[in-house]
């Protein structure tokens, strides 16, 4: 081994070993981004199922309704789990 | 004939010994030109020596090529080059010695002891001991007198001061003996030496004054300057450098003058000598730099050899500081390298850490504008969904409010013109008939009020639950009248995705259904046959045939039935159209504008 290739090497090797810490130190970071980001949209996703549920249950109700009956009670369906204010 | 060439060659031959024997006497007379003495310059000598010795040699002269290459030699030591004097010397002795010139010989071999004398003493005693006794066995006076003066500065060489004035004193007398003129500055100036390293300084000077006016006399200018010499060193040996100076710079001229470099070099050493003593450093480097050219000069060889050395040593140093000087350049340059290359190394790994946090931070960023971009999109549409889900619970609450009060309220009117008819069952058929209509009113508009309630919440209704709810409504007309033939054709090819408000909806069922029942009801219609067509733009229509007995529109008073189909079409701003005649059927008409 060379002088040269001995002083490009003591370079080298603590760039190449800062180089390997912040690459994992930024996957850690995006891997915590993911989990959380993960966690926010399955949450937003679950709100979301609820919402179009709900919609599906009104209008499930609103389907019931009959032209020649008119059972208008049956199909008002309230969920009183929607919070209106 | 004979007679006449024998005297022509005898004439020939006298003519050439005269000439020969003129040109020997020529060569003798320049051979004998005292070097020492000579004002002539020496690379003349050399020239007029050299050209001497062809004509010698061409003449067969033994002894006058022998002198020829002795003179030579002798200009030769003057020059410094001592081997070239060696050289001639022992080409002159070679000569004498195979020609028995006795004289020369002796002369010669004193002469090469004498020049020998500071390289080797042994050697230098023993050929000038050899030419001595060759000198006194032939009683060679012409050469003796120059062989005891060199002999006596052999002897003083070694420190024997008395057998050297020994030596010199015989020299003298034979000089005087032979009243020798050029002899005399010889033996005075060896006496002289002798007395100054004796102490004896007045005496020592005496004698060299003398012999530098006898030089004088017979133009001897290297005596002179020899002279010169000799007198400054004996006042630099009393310690009086000033006077010593003087005489030096009065010797360095003329020896400079006459080309007599081992002396000028020797008056130099002894300049640079006095000014040493003054302490006038300058001076002395000045004269014993001067002195070191003469570097090749025999009698300075020592000094020489101690230049030389330091010479050597200054060079070696010189070298040395040169290639420390170049290592340090070297090592300055490597560093300078090193720096370079750790600035570029440095940069490059800098950028390098740079652009890969700079990537980390950019990927980082990227994914999290990503994910928040989905996050931000579930959110918008989790708010918009919700806001509508509110809006949508609140209309479905007022709806059942408004049903469940309204409802109850209109129900409330049925039940008491219902009562109201029970308590008049006796009155006016008139006033009966007035509270049934209120009371069909009232149930009527309870429906409506219902399907408004309806159609306001679902606000769309599809093209296939229009179908439906259709179909259902002719089957169960189908099921309560099964002699009448009803068919429903429905084409939704060219818009299978069609939406209808819900009031749209609700208005063309319920026109669908009063034309049935029309039908059913007041025409006795045997096949009634329901179509409806959608297409783009919001495009539909309507059509109910019946084949009953129909009835002259123009004439016909208009009921609640019509009524209340025109108001419906024109609530959903599409056109109504009715054509019929007495027996030949109807037909409803519904189309969008």
Redesign the interface.
């Known amino acids: 081994m060379t002088l040269e290739s001995t ?2 090497l003591g ?1 080298l090797l603590p ?1 190449s070993l ?2 390997a810490v ?2 994992l130190i ?1 996957l850690k ?2 891997s915590r ?2 989990i959380r ?1 993960r966690q ?2 399955k949450r ?2 679950e ?2 199922s609820l ?2 549920y ?2 599906k249950y ?2 499930k109700g ?2 019931r ?1 009959n ?2 009956r ?1 059972n ?2 049956d ?5 009183s789990e ?3 204010f | 004939m004979g007679l006449n060439y024998r005297l022509l060659v005898l004439v020939f031959l006298l003519f050439a010994n005269l000439s020969a024997q003129t040109s020997k006497a020529k060569i003798d007379s320049i051979n004998a030109i005292l070097v020492q003495n000579s004002a002539i310059k020496t690379d003349s000598l050399f020239t007029i020596f050299q050209q001497n010795l062809e004509n010698a040699q061409t003449l067969n002269y033994p002894k006058g090529i022998g002198e020829a290459f002795q003179k030579i030699a002798t200009l030769y030591g003057y020059e410094g080059d001592l081997d070239a004097r060696l050289e001639y010397n022992f080409k002159a002795l070679r000569i004498f010695e195979q020609h028995e010139l006795r004289m020369e010989e002796a002369y010669l071999n004193a002469e090469i002891g004498y020049q020998m004398k500071r390289d080797d003493m042994t050697k230098a005693e023993a050929y000038m001991n050899r030419g001595m006794k060759l000198a006194e066995q032939e009683v060679y006076e012409n050469v003796l007198d120059r062989i005891y003066n060199n002999y006596g500065v052999l002897k003083e060489m070694q420190g024997q001061l008395d057998s050297a004035l020994y030596f010199y004193e015989k020299g003298l007398e034979l000089v005087k003996k032979r009243d020798f003129t050029e002899g005399y500055p010889y033996s005075y100036s060896n006496l002289g030496g002798v007395y100054g390293q004796q102490g004896k300084y007045d005496l020592a000077r005496n004698y060299f004054e003398k012999a530098r006016q006898i030089r004088e006399e017979i133009g001897d200018q290297k005596g002179i300057a020899e002279n010169f010499t000799q007198i400054g060193e004996v006042y630099l040996a009393e310690g009086k450098n000033q006077e010593a100076i003087s005489y030096f710079k009065k010797a360095v001229p003329v020896a400079h003058a006459q080309d007599y470099r081992f002396l000028e070099q020797y008056t130099y050493q002894q300049l640079s000598q006095a000014y040493k003593n003054l302490r006038q450093t300058d001076s002395a480097l000045f004269y014993l730099e001067r002195y070191g050219v003469f570097k090749d000069s025999i009698n300075g060889l020592e000094v020489n050899k101690k230049i030389a050395e330091l010479n050597l040593n200054y060079e070696t140093e010189k070298k040395e500081n040169q290639i420390l000087e170049q290592r340090a350049q070297l090592a300055e340059k490597d560093l300078e390298v ?1 720096r370079k ?2 600035f570029i ?2 940069s490059l ?1 800098l950028a ?2 740079l652009g ?2 700079g990537y ?2 950019y ?2 960023q990227k ?2 504008n990503s ?2 971009q ?2 931000h999109e ?2 918008v ?2 708010a918009k ?2 806001t ?3 809006l ?3 209309r ?2 007022i ?2 409010d408004l ?1 469940d009060n309204i ?1 109850s309220q209109l129900t409330f009117i049925i039940s008491s013109i219902d009562n109201l008819k029970y308590q008049l069952k006796d009155a006016d058929s008139g006033i009966l008939e007035k509270l049934s209509m209120i009371s069909a009113f009232t149930s009527t508009t ?2 409506e009020l ?2 408004t ?2 159609a306001m ?2 606000e769309k209704i599809s093209v296939e ?1 229009l179908q439906t ?1 259709i179909s ?2 002719i089957e ?1 007309a189908q099921s309560s009248k099964d002699s009448v033939q009803f068919s429903f054709d429905f084409n939704t090819k060219q818009a299978p995705d069609f939406i209808f408000t819900s009031i749209e909806g ?1 208005n063309i ?2 026109v669908i ?1 009063e034309a049935v029942n029309n039908a059913l009801k007041y025409a006795e219609a045997q096949n009634i046959q329901v179509t409806m067509q959608v297409w783009d733009a919001d495009q539909f229509k309507v059509a109910v045939v019946d084949d009953g007995n129909g009835f002259d529109l123009k004439n016909h008073q208009q009921g609640n039935g019509l009524g209340n189909m025109k108001k419906r079409v024109q609530d959903i701003g599409a056109t109504l159209q009715i054509e019929t005649q007495p027996t030949q059927g109807t037909r409803v008409i519904l189309q969008s504008k």
Do not use: P, T
């Open positions: 002083y490009v370079f760039v800062l180089a912040m690459v930024f970071l995006k981004d993911q980001s926010r949209i937003l996703g709100q979301l919402a179009q709900q919609i009104r209008h609103l389907d309704y032209l020649l008119y208008l009670n199909s008002l369906c309230i969920q929607i919070d209106l | 090193r290359n750790a190394y440095g790994a390098f850490i890969l946090l980390l931070i990927s980082r994914l999290k994910q928040l989905k996050e579930l959110q549409a989790l969904i919700e509508q889900n509110r949508q619970e609140q479905l609450r709806s059942r049903h409802g309870i429906n219902r399907d309630i309806w919440n679902k639950d709810r259902n409504f169960r609700v069922y319920r259904q």
